[in-house]
């Protein structure tokens, strides 16, 4: 029978939004394996919004949602009209509209919040037993929601995983094309963008974590 997956997106571009690669490369390996998917977003402003040529802020005000459209072809749903019983699994594809707009990681640190309406997405799921996985720079939010969470942010030396290691998360090192499954809280991650990496390698890690994150829902 086929799996429903809410893929959860931040906005469209790796500099302030959901990472365009990832996101796709996610939408591709759930069709890959029959999986039905509906996007979601929540319906508010980005942090910031970044000119990818340049790497430097505009004066420009973007929403989250509208912006992640752009990535689901217009079929996108409202974060708010998430409900756990209609799904077997979730997926957060990275970028750092995912440390800036789902959560404010980017500015606070340990010290963050999750955004209200995926709180309420990660702990119902969480309740049911459902898998959760999550990508690149992702997984910091899972080390926010669930305590002693087991993830990977890729290699050490990054200063996410340092601030991650002080939010009470067990950080396992992993290459590229690597997953980390948290057994005891149902979580998968993957590094993608983290590390240097190809578009292939990277896609050789979201396919371990679909396939992951399938098998468990």
Do not use: W
């Not at 009470?168 to 690597?178: D, K, L, W």
Request: charged letters at 20%; proline letters at 3%; a negative charge.
């Amino acid at each position: 029978m086929s799996k429903n997956v809410a893929v959860i997106l931040s906005g469209c571009g790796h500099m302030d939004g959901s990472e365009i690669h990832e996101a796709t490369l996610s939408l591709l390996a759930l069709d890959q394996v029959g999986a039905r998917v509906q996007c979601f977003a929540p319906n508010t402003m980005q942090m910031d919004v970044i000119n990818h040529v340049t790497g430097e802020p505009m004066e420009d005000q973007r929403n989250v949602m509208v912006e992640a459209a752009r990535i689901a072809r217009g079929k996108i749903k409202l974060l708010s009209a998430f409900t756990a019983d209609s799904y077997d699994g979730v997926l957060m594809p990275g970028g750092f509209g995912a440390a800036k707009n789902l959560c404010d990681f980017a500015v606070l640190g340990a010290e963050c919040e999750v955004n209200e309406e995926l709180r309420e997405v990660l702990v119902s799921m969480h309740k049911k037993g459902k898998p959760i996985c999550a990508l690149c720079i992702s997984p910091v939010m899972l080390a926010k929601v669930f305590e002693g969470a087991k993830v990977t942010l890729g290699a050490d030396g990054n200063a996410a995983r340092a601030v991650v290691d002080g939010m009470g998360a067990q950080h396992e090192v992993t290459g590229n094309g690597q997953i980390v499954v948290d057994e005891e809280l149902n979580l998968i991650t993957a590094p993608c963008y983290m590390l240097e990496a190809s578009i292939s390698q990277v896609y050789e890690g979201i396919k371990k974590a679909v396939e992951s994150l399938i098998e468990r829902a």
